[in-house]
Each structure stands twice: as C-alpha cells, then as structure tokens.
C-alpha cells in the first residue's frame, strides 16, 4: 500500500536523521560555527525560526518544497 510505504519513508529518514546527528557530534571540530533551523507547519503554511537569515531562507525554502510535494501526493 502507497500509506504503508509513506510510513516506512517517514520513519527510515528520520532514522537518517538520527544517525547524522550522533555523527556529527562523534566529528565535531574547533573553530567550527555552527548554526540550528526549525521548520514547523500551521496548517499548509511553512514557518522557518534560525540562527541566521541564510538558515531561515533555506528553511523556508524546504517547507515550500515538503508543501508542493504533499499537494502533488494528494491529488493522486
């Protein structure tokens, strides 16, 4: 089933996300800045909070991006 299979994708990337974290804390250097970016949603609208406005376009960026492919999924 096409819901079975969104589960699984949901859960193996935030698995990924996990793994990458942990990584680079096992990696992490000095004299490296290092910046944090949260994307939430409120209804379809992507909102974007960060430590610098470079952070905060990308995140908005990303939202835009999450929004027009769950549009595109659920007209199918």
Do not use: C, H, Q, W
Not at 8 to 18: D, E, P, S, T
């Amino acid at each position: 089933m096409v819901s079975d299979f969104l589960i699984l994708m949901g859960l193996v990337l935030i698995f990924i996300g996990f793994v990458l974290v942990l990584l680079s804390l096992l990696y992490k250097t000095k004299n490296v800045k290092t910046e944090f970016g949260f994307i939430g949603f409120i209804g379809p609208i992507p909102i974007a909070f960060g430590t610098s406005k470079e952070i905060i376009l990308l995140g908005l960026i990303l939202g835009f991006a999450i929004f027009l492919i769950t549009l595109v999924l659920m007209g199918r």
